[in-house]
Structure formats: structure tokens, C-alpha cells
């Protein structure tokens, strides 16, 4: 199994490649994100370990990019511990984040308990069931009361993301920077035009236990419905 070790710290990159030996990994390593992206794109790792901070690319982009084509593992390392960082790496796709300085063992720890994670939720992962919806990532379809329901790419991510999500509230933000990335240009009023489409042609179908329901001055979130 293909571990891509990625910091521009060269004792960082040869402690951690002699202990995902000694864990049984195939370690590969790259110093930069330009390097991370090409390492990636030739090696097919299983898994990243991912630094924040590096020259050319830093992990957030490289992250974005990577989420771009693949779910493989993400865990994210930085040598600063604020909040915003941690949710950063995690609303753009990070599986885990560790805080410098940390300990070899821990990293491999954290390593084997997220490959544990997802190799144990795969196959939830790509389906969302709930009452009368079915959303099925893997073929990016949408079904309410066992019939079609004919969505965009982006109409899709957005009922994805929510739904997945089930009464967590995203800013428009939030949905603008994860699904269309920071280096959009334009304003959340594309977020609210898309959520718009999304809502006419699920209210085409009974859906009396769900809603996607708009909370004021914030988001968007998928309700479910307590009362009926």
C-alpha cells in the first residue's frame, strides 16, 4: 500500500518514510506541491500525508486540485494549530489533520484509523438514502419515489453535499469554495440561482419528510422534517 509523504521538511519526509516502512507501507515522498500533484497523478497512492505550508503549491490548493479526481485519504499537516486551518483542510476535503510537532507513531496511528474509516464507510459512502430520496454518487443520479430526477453536475453536488450532510448549515460560501473552489470568480448569488433550479425540480416529487430549507442571513441546509 502507497503511502505519499509530502513536506518541504527533509528530516520531516525521512522520519516518517523509515516508519511507514517499518508499518509496511511503499512510502513515496515529495518536498513541494507541484511535486505532490506529479507524485500523485504517476504513484496513485492509497493514502497523502499532506503538509499545509510549502513553496510552489501549499496543501490547500494541492488538496482542491486532488479532490478535483480522487477520495483518496487526505491528512493534513501544519505547524500551526488554529481553528480556522483545521476547518479549512476539512470543509476542501481532508480526511484528518495533525498539528506539528507530533510524534511518528501518532501520524502512523492516525494513518491505519483513517484507511480503518473509510475502508469500513466505502461502501456508504457512494449512496444516500433517506425516506423516499436515493442519491447514488457513483453514477451521480437522484431518485424521489423511484423516479428520475434530471439534474446538472453542479445541481447534483449541491443536493450531495447538503444531504450528506443531513441539518448541518452551509454558507453560500461555504458551497461557493467547496464546490466551485476559492479561485472562483464571481459571487454567491450563483449559489443561490443553483439552490433555486434544485428546488423546482425536486418539488416536482412529494417529499414531506425532507426539505431543503434556507436558514436567513446564513445557508442553506437538508432538513429533516421532526414533525409530519
Known amino acids: ?42 504513484e496513485n497512492p492509497d493514502i497523502l500525508l499532506l503538509d499545509v505550508m510549502m513553496p510552489n503549491k501549499d496543501g490547500f490548493q494541492v488538496c482542491r486540485e486532488i479532490r478535483k479526481e480522487s477520495n483518496v485519504p487526505i491528512i493534513m499537516i501544519t505547524a500551526r494549530g488554529e481553528d480556522f486551518e483545521k476547518i479549512m483542510g476539512l470543509e476542501i476535503g481532508a480526511d484528518d489533520y495533525i498539528v506539528k510537532p507530533f510524534s511518528a507513531g501518532e501520524v502512523m496511528a492516525r494513518v491505519k484509523a483513517v484507511l480503518r474509516r473509510i475502508n469500513t464507510d ?13 442519491i447514488n454518487l457513483e453514477d451521480y443520479t437522484v431518485y424521489i419515489d423511484n423516479k428520475l430526477v434530471s439534474l446538472t453536475k453542479k445541481e447534483f453536488e449541491i443536493f450531495w453535499t447538503l444531504a450528506n450532510n443531513k441539518n ?40 414531506n419528510s425532507w426539505l431543503i430549507s434556507t436558514i436567513w442571513g446564513v445557508g442553506y441546509k437538508f432538513e429533516i422534517k421532526t414533525n409530519i
Open 122 to 134: 466505502d461502501h456508504k459512502k457512494e449512496i444516500f438514502e433517506f425516506d423516499n430520496l436515493r
Open 168 to 207: 448541518k448549515v452551509f454558507s453560500r460560501d461555504n458551497l461557493l469554495n467547496l464546490l466551485w473552489g476559492y479561485d472562483y470568480i464571481g459571487d454567491n448569488r450563483t449559489v443561490d440561482n443553483h439552490i433555486k433550479r434544485l428546488r423546482a425540480k425536486i418539488d416536482e416529487f412529494e417529499h
Open 1 to 42: 500500500m502507497k503511502i505519499l509523504i509530502v513536506d518541504d521538511n527533509k528530516q520531516i519526509t525521512s522520519i516518517l518514510k523509515e516508519y511507514s516502512i517499518k508499518e509496511g507501507f511503499e512510502p513515496v515522498i515529495a518536498f513541494d506541491g507541484d511535486d505532490a500533484i506529479n507524485k500523485f497523478n504517476l
